[in-house]
């Protein structure tokens, strides 16, 4: 296995959004809450709005998600036999 190499970049902020940062730490690194509290592009729910904004479906792919989803109602993966 390889040892993940880890760059580093110094950043210059002021006391008031260092204070703030810092406050959200909780044990965390400040690159830790920095990831937590600014998610990468890409990795939210705007962005795939964003993303699919005018895009279309056909109603054979609605129908077949449709189908899926009822299918796995009463998976037992979702609801517990025990």
Avoid: N
């Avoid at 964003?50 to 998600?65: C, K, M, N, Q």
């Amino acid at each position: 296995m390889y040892a993940k190499c880890m760059a580093v970049k110094t950043i210059t902020i002021d006391l008031e959004a260092y204070d703030r940062l810092s406050r959200l730490k909780d044990g965390d690194s400040f690159s830790q809450v920095i990831k937590k509290y600014l998610p990468a592009v890409g990795s939210t729910a705007g962005d795939l709005l964003v993303a699919l904004d005018g895009s279309t479906v056909s109603d054979e792919t609605v129908d077949r998600i449709a189908e899926a989803v009822e299918g796995r109602r009463h998976s037992p993966v979702r609801e517990p036999s025990w």
